[in-house]
């Protein structure tokens, strides 16, 4: 686990999320569905302006309020709280009533009329004979408001159908202008500026899209759980806020930069000036961006000016970028480590050694030897050879920083990854990146040996309380979805990611035993962009290679 105290950013304590429930309440139109929203005032304490869906917070009668509704045999106590409290809010804000008469007919309009929106709702509805619909409202998806907000809120989005013949009616206190809107429509109209929305609106707009009608939405949610269950952290882009979920390459950075939410950390990616991750790790990109490397390969310093510098993955040839890394560490670089011997990692070491021995340093590229197998251009022998589970260790008066060597042959033969054991931090190199697969290129690469280094990886972060991954291209990747964060599951989810396409691979196989590669490849690689298919091969030739036994 990350030493608090090597963090960037003082902690805090983000407020407490209160209890909230918002619906959707959807209606099919000829060009698919729409969703009711409406404008929030612009004098309200969250969301001023905002277009919405109706909701509000829980309250205490909503609780108790469970034998004046309607319950599916699968909808919990809690469950049924929340869709009661989202049927008072739309009442509330709008005048939608989702209830039935004792006898099940739907809710008249004289009823409706008949009951106010400024006193106790569920008393009202008892006083009527009306039951609520909650069997007819489905959770949809799960936030809770950002960490960085003054006022937050722990809210399911729920989703119900329209009921027919009733026309929303805003209160024109808290709410506006109550529009019908199709998904796509909204999204458009935000991006054009004329339809202000927020982040959780949006991803959720986003999702909702893809669905043709109002039974489709409904049959998608009929198994009681959330799409996805999110707390959006941000960061700065441009100099401006911006919002991801857990799923999304920046999350983990921010969870690792900025745990209590603050936005001050910068996700633009530039060359010339290092970024801060810790007190003690830094990662300047070098300017090499491509279809191969992302934004560039990372470098990364770990130390400080007591202990002194370790550089992983110095990079290309570039001596722009080689100067950089000297100047970082102020000259005082004890060791530079390649995680492999490939032309976007390894050859920059050579110039960073020649640097530090005209200033009157000695200093060990370190790593491991490439194999027979290696690319002319990947060949690379080192001053010190790393063995698998050695240390490399860097001490200062107050700290120790230690490297522990991991060799996970796959990507590359010669490939290492490292672990720096007082923080629970993975430097994976090649083996595990951001937001997408790592190519396992034969004769040097291996899939077999990938997936076993996976294995591999995983125990040692288990033993180790790994929570995060920095690799050589992209974002520091953190647990998708749940906290405590874990690098176990980032590498679980990746294997199991790996084995479903060697699933895929397998079965293009049989459906065309006589065919090659150029065959197998649109079947097995039907969901990747054909512009990626040329470097496709190689990992699909890997693929056929481990499953006949090579």
């Not at 000829?30 to 304490?45: H, Y």
């Not at 003054?150 to 399911?156: C, G, M, Q, W």
């Not at 647990?479 to 405590?484: G, H, I």
């Amino acid at each position: 686990m990350v030493r608090t105290h090597l963090q960037l950013h003082p902690p805090r304590t983000p407020a407490q999320p209160l209890p909230a429930a918002t619906v959707l309440l959807l209606r099919d139109a000829p060009n698919g569905i729409e969703v009711l929203m409406t404008r929030r005032s612009l004098k309200a304490s969250f969301a001023p302006g905002a277009y919405v869906f109706p909701g509000g917070g829980i309250d205490a009668a909503d609780a108790t309020s469970h034998p004046l509704a309607h319950r599916r045999a699968t909808q919990d106590d809690l469950r049924l709280t929340q869709a009661i409290a989202a049927i008072r809010e739309s009442f509330e804000e709008l005048g939608v009533l989702l209830a039935r008469h004792s006898d099940g007919t739907p809710v008249t309009a004289k009823t409706q009329a008949a009951i106010s929106r400024q006193t106790a709702f569920a008393e009202q509805c008892a006083a009527h004979g009306l039951k609520l619909c909650a069997d007819e409202v489905y959770v949809l998806a799960h936030w809770v408001t950002d960490r960085d907000l003054p006022k937050r809120f722990d809210v399911p989005f729920l989703v119900a159908r329209m009921p027919d013949g009733q026309i929303p009616v805003a209160d024109e206190k808290e709410q506006f202008e109550p529009v019908w809107v199709s998904p796509s429509s909204a999204l458009q109209r935000h991006a054009s500026g004329d339809f202000f929305i927020i982040f959780p609106t949006i991803r959720t707009l986003e999702k909702l899209q893809s669905y043709a009608s109002v039974d489709s939405v409904l049959a998608a949610c009929a198994n009681e759980q959330p799409w996805f269950h999110s707390c959006p952290r941000a960061g700065l882009l441009e100099g401006k806020d911006a919002r991801f979920m857990e799923h999304e390459p920046p999350f983990g950075e921010l969870a690792l930069t900025c745990p209590d939410g603050q936005i001050v950390h910068a996700l633009d990616w530039q060359s010339h000036t290092p970024v801060r991750l810790l007190t003690h790790v830094q990662r300047l990109t070098a300017p090499n961006p491509s279809m191969m490397t992302g934004p560039g390969t990372n470098s990364y310093l770990i130390g400080d000016t007591q202990s002194g510098y370790v550089v992983v993955d110095p990079g290309p040839p570039d001596a722009e970028h080689v100067q950089r890394l000297w100047r970082a560490c102020g000259g005082d670089i004890r060791a530079i480590i390649c995680t492999h011997s490939h032309p976007d990692h390894s050859p920059a070491a050579w110039l960073l050694k020649n640097l530090c021995a005209d200033a009157g340093c000695t200093v060990q590229v370190m790593g491991l030897p490439s194999s027979a197998h290696a690319r002319a251009h990947s060949e690379f022998v080192p001053d010190t050879v790393l063995h698998d589970g050695e240390t490399v260790v860097l001490h200062s008066d107050a700290e120790t920083h230690t490297l522990r060597v991991i060799h996970t042959r796959g990507h590359a033969a010669n490939h290492l990854c490292l672990l720096l054991q007082e923080d629970g931090l993975l430097f994976s190199g090649d083996h595990v990146l951001n937001g997408s697969t790592t190519v396992v290129d034969p004769p040097d690469g291996h899939m077999g040996d990938y997936l076993a280094s996976l294995d591999k990886l995983i125990v040692a972060c288990q033993q180790w309380h790994v929570q995060f991954i920095l690799p050589a291209h992209g974002y520091v990747l953190g647990n998708l979805w749940a906290e405590p964060y874990s690098a176990v599951d980032c590498i679980a989810r990746l294997k199991a990611h790996r084995l479903k396409r060697e699933d895929k691979v397998r079965r293009a196989m049989q459906s065309l035993p006589n065919g090659s590669l150029q065959d197998w490849l649109p079947l097995a690689y039907d969901d990747v962009p054909e512009a990626l298919w040329p470097v496709a091969i190689r990992s699909l030739q890997a693929h056929v290679a481990h499953l006949s036994g090579q």
